[in-house]
């Protein structure tokens, strides 16, 4: 399975990203999760979609700013995130398995190259 992340970028604190991961060669139907890395901090998941999960969106990243969502071939993924702040600065990664989401990016067995946001005014 490849992916490919983008829409990563500059932004002031209070903007908006949309976030895509395109994703091809699987053969499962898809859980994509999203999940970031900041300089020196663990690797944190954000979200997961999958048609056997629905949406899940995990701890701290609960309350509306993370939305993740897909199209209908279920070959791209998003993730919007407003109300950005300068904490939100990481490099976002979108990742692949098979059928169930699960919070633990070791179970993820394709990953994208990661696509960096820096939030600063």
């Known amino acids: 399975v490849q992916l490919q992340a983008s829409g990563g970028g500059w932004v002031q604190p209070g903007g908006s990203l949309r976030l895509s991961c395109k994703a091809s060669?699987?053969?499962?139907?898809?859980?994509i999760g999203w999940f970031r890395q900041a300089p020196g901090r663990q690797r944190e998941a954000i979200s997961c979609?999958?048609?056997?999960?629905?949406?899940?969106v995990w701890g701290d990243f609960k309350g509306g700013r993370f939305s993740i969502s897909r199209d209908v071939t279920k070959t791209t993924t998003y993730l919007q995130i407003d109300s950005l702040q300068p904490e939100d600065t990481a490099v976002y990664y979108c990742?692949?398995?098979?059928?169930?989401?699960?919070?633990?990016?070791?179970?993820?067995?394709?990953w994208g190259q990661g696509t960096q946001v820096t939030v600063s005014s």
């Open positions: 990742a692949y398995k098979g059928l169930y989401c699960n919070q633990y990016a070791v179970t993820f067995e394709s």
């Open positions: 979609i999958s048609d056997e999960d629905g949406i899940i």
């Open positions: 060669g699987f053969t499962y139907d898809p859980a």
